[in-house]
């Protein structure tokens, strides 16, 4: 994608875009490992990360992912 377009692109849509090239390149697994290896924030993520996800599968976090995308939540 030429970087004209992406310059027009509100901020949740190219966080779009990032995340559907990384779950298609990576799948939702590899996209999520990516995701908590490079946001470096305060606190500790992959605690809270298993938190969020404790007792969920893949597909589940899978699921929920798409339906919140549906929904326009994310």
């Given at each position: 994608?030429?970087?004209?377009?992406?310059?027009r692109?509100?901020?949740q849509?190219?966080?779009n875009i990032g995340?559907?090239?990384l779950t298609k390149e990576l799948g939702?697994?590899?996209a999520a490992k990516f995701w908590i290896y490079v946001t470096h924030g305060e606190?500790?993520?992959?605690?809270?990360?298993?938190?969020?996800?404790?007792?969920?599968?893949i597909e589940e976090?899978?699921?929920e992912v798409l339906k919140?995308?549906?929904l326009g939540k994310i």
């Open positions: 994608m030429k970087e004209t377009l992406i310059a692109k509100t901020a849509e190219v966080i995340w559907n090239t939702p697994v590899g606190g500790n993520s992959v605690e809270e990360y298993r938190k969020m996800w404790k007792g969920k599968s976090i899978h699921r919140a995308k549906k």
